[in-house]
């Protein structure tokens, strides 16, 4: 049982990296956000991704931070996974420029770790664990989306 819930919380793994872990771990959300990107509604599809992976992870926080001896375990790196998925939650699939620039500024805001986000990590448990990088995922999709909106903005200007 305990294989099942290491699988569950490091996405298959990826979390059990001797290296930066989160960083290997939100290759995960990159490889979601991949297979998500020709589904209709992506958006849609993407947030109820979320929304699963935060249910199904949250109870195993408590489990995680016992399993590793560590509060927010590196192991568990769902977090990332959700928190870089609401980065490049576009309303139509993320190109392959999104996918890369949602990666690096979902990261700098992870490692970062804004005022908003480092009161998350005070709450308990899974939520704790979760919900900061929930934070940096929002942060990080405004910085990512506002200037690509405005480029994109700007070309049909330009072009119309």
């Given at each position: 049982m305990n294989v099942l819930k290491l699988a569950l919380v490091s996405c298959g793994f990826l979390g059990c990296s001797p290296f930066a872990p989160g960083t290997v771990g939100t290759l995960g959300g990159v490889a979601i956000?991949?297979?998500?990107?020709?589904?209709d509604h992506y958006w849609a599809w993407t947030l109820g991704v979320c929304v699963v992976l935060y249910l199904v992870t949250r109870p195993l926080g408590k489990w995680a931070e016992e399993y590793s001896g560590k509060e927010d375990p590196g192991i568990f790196v769902m977090d990332e996974v959700i928190g870089y998925l609401i980065t490049v939650a576009w309303l139509d699939g993320p190109s392959y420029l999104t996918l890369i620039v949602?990666?690096?500024?979902?990261?700098?805001?992870d490692v970062w770790k804004p005022a908003p986000a480092r009161r998350m990590e005070e709450l308990p448990g899974g939520d704790g664990i979760l919900l900061d990088d929930v934070v940096a995922g929002l942060l990080a999709l405004v910085c990512v989306m506002v200037p690509a909106r405005l480029l994109i903005d700007a070309q049909w200007t330009w072009i119309g």
């Open positions: 956000a991949w297979a998500l990107r020709g589904f949602g990666f690096f500024v979902f990261r700098f805001f």
